[in-house]
């Protein structure tokens, strides 16, 4: 089967259980988006999906296994994880940061100038900071330029946790309107953690409600 | 005289630079403080001494010793490290050195025994001075190489990666495990360069690298623990000024010669709390 199916995942810290059995899938060029309140699991199950977090069930990306597997494998099968802390690395450079993003792929270093010059298409605003280190960069310009790296890596599944998280309104939308110019151009399947429910909606194809480590609820795009 | 003696700090000090220099690669790339850093550097020379005692030629002896060296590393870090790295915090890490710093101590104890060995001189029958040209030979392009490859290559692009946020690095699809060792292995072969050129000066015995250690220390926080052309600034600074310490300053004597490296570091540390050369975070609230 193409695109993301998820079965039974369970998930947790030490003996904490914080997932307790999530069904979920994301078609072809889907966005699906994940409310609920807060502590409810939605983080975990990102990380779940991108091995940051040890979990049992099923996990199949275009038919191939992601459950137990490393961080970085996972990375290199097609999944980007965008986190809540961004993760840009602060010292180096904004370049140097995007070029990072190609060690996922097959052959790091091909292609790359292709690459960047697509994500400035999405990001134009980065293309002023090439050289300077991504750590002094204000907080909206590294969520670019996070998401920018993961989009160098070509991937098949973007995960973006709270991608608005800490964003001036109008700066909100804007990313949101590019979330969806990217799925829309590049196909991307995209699975967003977001609390801004309206602006998640507008862009969303399906949207799972989780509420306790479990679904709590589904609405496709056509019933809201 | 104080030409001969300023080529004799230089000759020493570029041993303190390369060992500070692998102090520095360590922790850039991993984060770590690697108290055993000396002792790996001892080790090698060990085998280094064991393979011109067995007729091979100095300089063949050389490449081999660091090829050993840098493999010493990768095993360190895939074997001991590995099982502490990810679940530990930074104080288990530095007791973690420091047991391996005992430990290797203790092997080399065991397999060449505690006594003084002399090591050869490549230039056995020049003038002091060559030593430290040979020294300054030998540092200069693996110092030059290693900034070559952290600042131009690949390898040095995700090395820096892991170095400022490994978990991002492991989500980008970066090998982080293979970084870390070959980061283990490249100081640990750096270290090696390092105890080759002290022997001569110091004679071999388990323990040469103890005081060394406390001088690269100093080095290191003298040009900034991040900073690798600080730390071989950091290595000759420490090893001139001890020099001419011991020599012109009639109270420092031979006796308290250690703790000129020791004034400086405090003397930098209150000045310029990021060393000569180091960064100060940089990090946009």
Known sequence: MSGLDVRGLRAGYGAARVLHGVDLAAGENEIVVLLGPNGAGKTTLLRALSGLVGARGAATLDGVALLGRAPDEIARLGVAHVTQEGGTFGPLTVEENLRVGAYARRRPRRGVAEDLARVFTYFPG?????????????????????IGRA????????????PTR????P????????IHAINRHEGTIMIIVEHNVAAALEVAHRAYLVESGRIAGLRERRRW | MFGQQLLEGLGAGAGYAALALA???????TGIVNFAQGELAMLATYVAWQLVDSGMPYWAALPVTVAVAFLAGVVTERTVMRRVEDRAGELTLVATTIGLYVTVNAIAALVWTSALRAFPSPFPDGPAGVSALVAACVAGPVLGAVALVVRHTGLGLVMRAVAADPRSARLSGVRV???????????????????????????????????????SFA??????????????????IVGVTETLAGTYLGFVGADLKIAVPLVLIVAVLLLRPQGLFGSAPVERA
């Open chain 2, 23 to 29: 102090l520095v690669l360590t922790y850039r790339f």
């Open chain 1, 151 to 162: 989009l160098v890596a070509r991937p098949r599944l973007l995960l973006l946790d709270e």
């Open chain 1, 166 to 169: 800490g964003l001036a309104p």
């Open chain 2, 177 to 215: 495990g293979r970084v870390l060792a070959l980061g283990w292995g490249a100081a640990s072969a750096i270290g090696a360069v390092s105890g080759v050129l002290l022997a001569p000066i110091l004679f071999l015995e388990p323990t040469m690298m103890t005081g060394v250690l406390v001088y």
């Open chain 1, 171 to 178: 700066l909100r939308s804007r990313l949101f309107g590019t």
């Open chain 1, 126 to 146: 980065l293309q002023a900071h090439l050289g300077q280190p991504a750590g002094t960069l204000s907080g909206g310009e590294q969520r670019m330029l996070a």
């Open chain 2, 219 to 236: 080095a290191a926080t003298l040009g900034g623990l991040d900073s690798a052309p600080g730390a071989v600034a950091g290595g000759l």
